[in-house]
């Protein structure tokens, strides 16, 4: 199933960390009051209220949310929900899709639908342009051969490798970090984690008011 982005509990503190990635600019209609320009427009107009309004300030920053679901991320489902939630909510311009372990040639929106809608990764490539934020959420915990060999995906037939994929996905967004829900621990015993590591040069951070933290500061420079 689709990870649920209405979830309140636990969602405090992510949002808080998630708040270090932020942009703002006034977008849209003009519906906040300008008090220090209403007081400066009324007084050049001899004391008579002249109401100035602005557009509200949002988060411009904009975030493509690659998620990883199914397998063993079912261990992690409420953790990732919390953050998924904490992200719709400080995010407006937030863009998700799933997949499966790796990212390979196709990605989905909606995973009760995922083998009959589709995207082609190459699309999503050339949809979002280089100034958008790149957050892969996952455990990334399989096989290697997942990650390092045509034909390693436990799912179909991939003619290209993960790896390839993956820098395809840096490529086009320098500015990315993996978040693993797996606890940091667990993570030297984990062969396909070290790979991913170094793939991500190392922007790879657990799922903690910590990391997330650090990982904001990153994506924030």
């Not at 007084?43 to 920053?61: K, T």
């Not at 311009?93 to 009959?116: D, G, K, Q, S």
């Not at 051969?145 to 290209?160: A, M, R, T």
Request: proline residues 4%; contains cysteine.
């Amino acid at each position: 199933r689709d990870y649920d982005d209405q979830q309140e509990l636990g969602t405090r503190n992510f949002k808080v960390a998630l708040r270090r990635l932020r942009r703002f600019a006034r977008e849209g209609a003009e519906s906040e009051l300008d008090l220090e320009d209403t007081i400066a427009s009324t007084a050049r107009n001899a004391g008579l209220l002249d109401i100035r309004m602005v557009p509200e300030r949002h988060n411009a920053v904009k975030v493509l949310m690659l998620l990883d679901v199914g397998g063993s991320m079912d261990d992690h489902i409420a953790r990732v929900e919390e953050l998924f939630s904490a992200a719709r909510s400080e995010f407006r311009n937030l863009e998700v899709y799933y997949f499966h372990n790796c990212p390979y040639e196709n990605l989905w929106r909606n995973n009760a639908r995922r083998h009959t809608e589709r995207f082609e990764t190459w699309d999503v490539l050339r949809r979002f342009s280089e100034d958008w934020r790149l957050i892969i959420v996952g455990d990334a915990t399989m096989s290697p051969y997942e990650i390092l060999q045509p034909g390693g995906s436990v799912e179909h037939y991939n003619k290209e490798t993960g790896a390839t994929w993956m820098q395809r996905l840096l490529d086009a967004w320098p500015k990315a970090v993996w978040l693993n829900p797996e606890p940091q621990g667990y993570w030297q015993y984990r062969q396909s984690i070290a790979i991913l590591r170094d793939i991500m040069h190392d922007r790879m951070f657990p799922i903690t008011m910590d990391g997330l933290e650090r990982a904001m500061r990153l994506l924030s420079k």
